[in-house]
């Protein structure tokens, strides 16, 4: 019997396999894809993170190179296989979880390999990425266009000469359409105008004040009672004065749609030939299904990352499940060690 099985080895997966370690839990890490780096490599080419690397480094294992820059996914997905590479685990990479069950008081763990482990614990630390988020708009229903999540973009040279409308309101839809914006006609739809945490570019050198109240503020657990569109957009490359500018457009959400046509608020009507869903992602769980750890709409119910239906069940890598950085590499490392420590047995006044 394996003590702790951890499902995912992205960020979330190593930050809970090093924060096992540390109170002398040897896991076995279960990883769908080829190598140990999560979702970074299937993200838009250009994407950087929005925080400096000073920030992003998972406990024991520092973000190398100059710690004041935005590290682009190419070097989180280095520095993910790296950080494995240096961690006691047992890795099994091309092994997809397809069913935890409860048997006996234990878990057991099958693959679409055909492998079953039994464990005392689990933690899913599978990230979001495998399920993209799409908010259900009726206005939709008899758009005939082409419709796609930011999940399936990689580059903005396919839609040259396009009209393309990006959906959201957060850090990625921005980033996006600002790319698009040179290859494209762009507009921004959201129910909501945009909201910055600055009112100019932070660079990320010259805002040490904005970045410690950040990794402060994040330590204050919130769980779901903070919603996704609450979160500002972090300004690193001047998008606000793109936006204000009409590099891209910004427009509340359309409200009808023909074929190819959008119709606006103003009513105004246009042809438009690609429809982004820049919305987020909603966790990627399915595997817990036949455990019954699950609601109607996929999400376990927990508190800080521990199971309230299963004990010895343990999450890392969701949005909010401490704070508002939970589901980053610096939140994942401290999510990581408070996980470990319930599952562990380890109990601390600096902990509830």
């Given at each position: 019997?394996?003590?702790?099985?951890?499902?995912?080895?992205?960020?979330?997966?190593?930050?809970?396999?090093?924060?096992?370690?540390?109170?002398?839990?040897?896991?076995?890490?279960?990883?769908?894809?080829?190598?140990?780096?999560?979702?970074?490599?299937?993200?838009?080419?250009?994407?950087?993170?929005?925080?400096?690397?000073?920030?992003?480094?998972?406990?024991?294992?520092?973000?190398?190179?100059?710690?004041?820059?935005?590290?682009?996914?190419?070097?989180?997905?280095?520095?993910?296989?790296?950080?494995?590479?240096?961690?006691?685990?047992?890795?099994?990479?091309?092994?997809?979880?397809?069913?935890?069950?409860?048997?006996?008081?234990?878990?057991?763990?099958?693959?679409?390999?055909?492998?079953?482990?039994?464990?005392?614990?689990?933690?899913?630390?599978?990230?979001?990425?495998?399920?993209?988020?799409?908010?259900?708009?009726?206005?939709?229903?008899?758009?005939?266009?082409?419709?796609?999540?930011?999940?399936?973009?990689?580059?903005?040279?396919?839609?040259?000469?396009?009209?393309?409308?990006?959906?959201?309101?957060?850090?990625?839809?921005?980033?996006?359409?600002?790319?698009?914006?040179?290859?494209?006609?762009?507009?921004?739809?959201?129910?909501?105008?945009?909201?910055?945490?600055?009112?100019?570019?932070?660079?990320?050198?010259?805002?040490?004040?904005?970045?410690?109240?950040?990794?402060?503020?994040?330590?204050?657990?919130?769980?779901?009672?903070?919603?996704?569109?609450?979160?500002?957009?972090?300004?690193?490359?001047?998008?606000?004065?793109?936006?204000?500018?009409?590099?891209?457009?910004?427009?509340p959400m359309f409200t009808e749609a023909d074929g190819t046509v959008l119709r606006w608020p103003d009513g105004r009507s246009e042809h438009v030939d690609t429809i982004l869903f820049a919305t987020g992602y909603r966790p990627a769980l399915e595997y817990l299904r036949p455990l019954g750890a699950l609601d109607a709409s996929g999400m376990p119910a927990h508190r800080n990352g521990i199971s309230r239906t299963h004990p010895g069940l343990a999450f890392v890598g969701m949005e909010y499940q401490w704070?508002?950085?939970?589901?980053?590499?610096?939140?994942?490392?401290?999510?990581?060690?408070?996980?470990?420590?319930?599952?562990?047995?380890?109990?601390?006044?600096?902990?509830?």
């Amino acid at each position: 019997m394996e003590k702790v099985i951890v499902i995912g080895a992205g960020q979330a997966g190593l930050a809970a396999a090093r924060a096992l370690l540390a109170h002398g839990v040897r896991p076995l890490v279960l990883e769908a894809g080829p190598e140990a780096t999560g979702s970074w490599p299937r993200y838009y080419d250009s994407l950087q993170l929005f925080s400096p690397a000073h920030i992003n480094s998972l406990p024991g294992l520092p973000f190398p190179g100059n710690p004041n820059r935005f590290p682009t996914k190419y070097e989180v997905s280095d520095y993910l296989r790296d950080g494995m590479a240096k961690t006691d685990c047992e890795l099994r990479t091309g092994t997809r979880v397809t069913s935890v069950d409860r048997v006996r008081g234990a878990y057991v763990v099958r693959t679409d390999c055909g492998n079953e482990f039994v464990t005392r614990a689990v933690v899913a630390a599978t990230g979001q990425f495998d399920n993209p988020y799409r908010p259900e708009l009726p206005a939709l229903g008899n758009y005939t266009g082409t419709v796609l999540h930011a999940a399936d973009y990689r580059r903005p040279e396919p839609f040259a000469g396009q009209r393309v409308v990006v959906v959201g309101a957060g850090n990625s839809a921005v980033q996006i359409a600002a790319e698009l914006v040179e290859h494209a006609e762009v507009t921004l739809a959201s129910r909501s105008p945009v909201q910055y945490a600055t009112r100019k570019p932070l660079e990320p050198d010259a805002g040490a004040w904005f970045w410690k109240i950040i990794t402060v503020a994040s330590r204050i657990p919130l769980g779901s009672r903070v919603k996704h569109s609450s979160i500002p957009v972090i300004d690193i490359a001047g998008y606000r004065a793109a936006i204000e500018a009409g590099r891209p457009g910004r427009r509340p959400m359309f409200t009808e749609a023909d074929g190819t046509v959008l119709r606006w608020p103003d009513g105004r009507s246009e042809h438009v030939d690609t429809i982004l869903f820049a919305t987020g992602y909603r966790p990627a769980l399915e595997y817990l299904r036949p455990l019954g750890a699950l609601d109607a709409s996929g999400m376990p119910a927990h508190r800080n990352g521990i199971s309230r239906t299963h004990p010895g069940l343990a999450f890392v890598g969701m949005e909010y499940q401490w704070g508002v950085l939970s589901a980053s590499l610096y939140g994942v490392g401290h999510d990581a060690r408070y996980v470990a420590r319930r599952l562990t047995g380890v109990r601390s006044s600096c902990w509830p």
